[in-house]
Each structure stands twice: as C-alpha cells, then as structure tokens.
C-alpha cells in the first residue's frame, strides 16, 4: 500500500541541509534516564532522526566478546563527550514522569536545531523478557506465542493497543513489533516464543488485529525480521546465519505475513542480518541485498514504508565489513534508516560516512531524499509534525499509565495465553492443601525489576495464597543449584511435590538439565515455563505449563490452573518438538 506524502513532509524537505537529511537515516541507542551530553550532542551535531531507548542500561554493550570476528571493527578510542563506565551496573530507575520529562528535553533541543525536525523513539516491547522499557505503573504482557494460543484475535489487538498507550503516555512512539518470523525451527535460540506460530495463517490473523491496536494508539508499528528468520538455528547478535529454504517455502510461509500486513499499511519494515541464497543468490547480508530491500521488498511486494535495518553491530555484519561502509552499502540497497545502538564513535564515524559517500558521488542524494521522505512521513503519520514534536504534557503521564482498562487487559492476556502442555498423570488440579516444594531459576528481569509485577518468589506467594503450604529455594546456574541441592533432596522428602519453574531468554543458556535433574527426584514434579521448545523442557516431564513471561500476573495466573481455579483453555497450534 502507498503512503502518500504529506504537505508538511514536503515542506520540512525543502528546509533540510545534506546533513539533515543523513541524519533521518539514522537512529542511535540512548541507555539510561538522564540526557547526557554526547545524547544531546547526537541531537544536535548528527540531527539523528531518533533514538532506540534502552532506560534499564547505563551505556549499551557491544554484543561481540574480543576475539570475535569483527570486534575490532566495533571499538573505538572515547570521544570528548562520551560515558565512560567501567562496570555493568544499571541505570537508576525512575518513575514514568521523569523519564517522560528526559524526553521532553531531548525533544525541545531537536525542535531547536537547524530545521527543527522532531525526533521519535522506538524501543522493544514483545512481552515475556522482551520488554526494554519498562517504568514504574507499566505493565507486562506474554509473548506473541501465548496471545496466538488464546485464539483470540481481538486480544492480540487489545494487548497491542495497552502496549501503545502505555508507551505513548511516556512519550514512545515507534515499536519494533510485530514479529512477523514463523518460527519453522524448534531449537530457534532468538526467535522462539517471541513468534505467534510456525503457521503464516496464525501469524497474519493475530499480526493484522496488533497492528490495529498499535494504529489505534497512534504508534508506528514495525514487521520484523523481513524476509523471515524463524527458519535458523543460529542467533544474528553474535554470527550470521544463512537461511537455506527454498524460494518456494520462502513465498508460501516467511514472506506471507509480510505480503499481508504490507496490503493493510504497515508503516516500517525491520531487516534480518541473514543470508537468504534463494532470494539473492550472491549470498550477500539480507541488510545489504538489493535484490531482497528493492527488488523484492519495494518492487514485488510494493512495499512504500520504513525500511530498516536491525542493531547495526551485529555479529555477523562487521565480520565483513567496516561499519561506516556497511552503512553506505545498505543506503545503496535501499534501507531508509540504520539502528546503531553502539554509544561510541560509531556514530560520527557513520554519519560522516554518508556525508561523505554523498558529497564524493557514491550515494545521490536523490537517495538520500527518498530515505528521509520515508522517515518523516512515518513521523507525520504518528502525530510528530503538528507542531508540538511530540512533547509530553508531564501531568498526564501517570493518570494514562493508572487507567483501569490497562491492568484488566494485561491480566486478561495472561490468564488466557497460559497452556497446560501436557499433563500425562493427571496432576492438575493439585489437591486443596498439598505441601508443595516450589523450586524457582531467578531471571534477570525480574532481579531488574523487583516490583510487584516482577520479582523473585512470585510462584510461590501464588501458591501460599491459594492456600498451599509451599516452600521455597531459588537458583540461577546449575553450580548454585548444585550447592543447595542436598537440602532439595531432604525437602522433597518431606513434600507431595515439587513445582519448578524453569526461563529460557535468548543470549542465555538454558537450564535443561537442571530441571531434568529435579523432574528425576521420587516425587511428582509439575514444570512451569516461560517456553515450551525443547532447549528447556525434556520429555521427562509428565506435566508442563507454560506461561510465556516470568512476570508475577503469569505465576497467578499459573496458580490458578495448578488449584483449579481456572481450566486453561489456550492451545498451541503447533507440536513444539517438529520442525515445520
């Protein structure tokens, strides 16, 4: 579907310099809450179109370990303005307004930069773990996964609706859902739940209502990861992975949704950093390709949104490639705006790159142009050029966040996504009173959060609230685990059984053989998981739920089927073992 351009596009256009216009092209990484100089230096110095906010960091990390292929491509010697941290330590948590109020700031010094060109932010919000801005009176919801096995479509629009005014109200206005990959491999380590289904059908009905919901909030929504990584073993954050489906399997189920969503207004399109041979037979990255970004995406598939690439630094792009020259490459092959994450040198390095790379004759400015025209029509479409840039009304932000609509949808989503996988000895319901030993792997999020919507020991008060006398020990890796687990052996003694609950997140390693090591204990045990593949469940395991998220409505709403206040009625479509 076309977007046509608006006036004020148009008019905003003809009052950009070159170095206005390369810098829609890009959106850097802003971590933490406060406005620090090189943040307002990217405003003003680079005219950076946005950032990607990542609030819970005090800097982003690279994603590469030295050694790795590309590390050196991805270090740079600090600049005058830059944070120098020396630990990992988190940015200090603050409350919605004031993290509104920072950006406010950020917005007022773009509105007051050369043409005045009003920035947006963007962050990621897929539910489970996958929640990378999350304040104080915001709340959770389940993967993609877990809203698909409701068999409700309107609740996939609901939940996406309560994403986007829950972002909106703090002044986010561009998400990077839905994630349009139909996770086709079981042992997927990035993808996984964060997909409806391996089914295109699931994944168009449920993708086509959140993009409503995400219109109805007036957010720009993002398909990801086009033409489609579901079908991969490897995780684009730390290599490349070469997708070797066939041309026609990639048209049948990867590139279905896609087609779909592009013919109902899709405003942005996310790039995988993948090999795909059966569309571009030179086997150059889906990010560079111009058979894949122009001749498919754009010409084919008429495709007339945001084009843009996923975090810039990934593994396997800067085994290849110099950054600044990646970032030409990929203008060349038609993406309209690169995500660099990195909060160093990069970023004067890759906007120079492209100055440069216009000002030499390599890349028209005609280009150029069409990337920016792209961009700020996106911006006009989520409200940004009415002429208050976005600017949040500070008083209002957590009276939106408190509204009660929001909190009945996130625990709708919750009670109606959790699955019980199987439960081979007909465990469920547990009996009223049954001492129970609840054994919990801490995640990260929720040692981050530590609020009442996420927290260590949420199962448990659960479970001690519906009246079970329920014991508790924790652990992170199996050599913690390992340390208490004499006093595990003397406790299931003593108990009528055991609940585990076991987390897999991408870029962790899966505690698999922890939980086996508790399903084998003479006692019956239950598995309670955030994901039902086998990298984290065993076939060992007579009964399982799944819950898609580790947050604290998800253990209610896990204890409310293991005391049989709730019969669960979401199913997967799908058998989590198969490849597809």
Known sequence: MSHNTPTSVTKLLDQMSLEEKVGQMLVFGFSGTYPYPDIMDAVRRYHVAGFRVSPSGRKFTRYLKPGSPGYQR???????????????????????RNYAKTLNILREAALENGAGVPLYFATDYEGNPSMDCFMRGMLPIPHPMGLAASGDVDLSRRVAALVGRQLKAIGINWVHSPVLDANTHPMNPEIGTRAYSPNPDTIIEHALESLRGFDEAGVIATGKHFPGRGHSVEDVHFGIATIGESAER??????????????QGLPAIMLAHSIFPAIDPTEEIATLSKPIVTDLLREELGFDGVIMTDSFTMGGLVAKYEVDEAAIRSIEAGVDLILLKDE?????????????????????????????????????????????????????VEPRLAEPENRATARESFRRSTVVLRDRSDQLPLPKGARLLVIEQVTWITSLLNTEEGHTGALQEALLERGYDARMIDFRTSEELDAIWPEVERIAGEVDAIVHFGYYNRGEPAQKTAHARITALPVPTIFVSNDPYDYLVSDQMDTVVVTFSPMAMAMESAADILCGRENASARLDFEPSKTY
């Open 250 to 263: 990639m048209q049948q189920i990867h590139l279905a949704p896609y087609k779909a969503l592009i013919d």
């Open 344 to 396: 160093n040198a990069l970023r004067g390095d890759v906007f120079r790159g492209l100055v440069d790379a216009v000002r030499s004759g390599r890349l028209p400015e005609s280009r150029v142009e069409e990337a920016a025209r792209h961009v700020l029509t996106a911006k006009a479409r989520a409200g940004l050029l009415d002429g208050k840039g976005g600017l949040v009304d500070l008083d209002t």
């Open 74 to 96: 991805v270090i740079r010697d600090p600049e005058p303005l830059e944070r120098l941290f020396g630990s990992t330590q988190f940015a200090p948590r603050v409350g919605a």
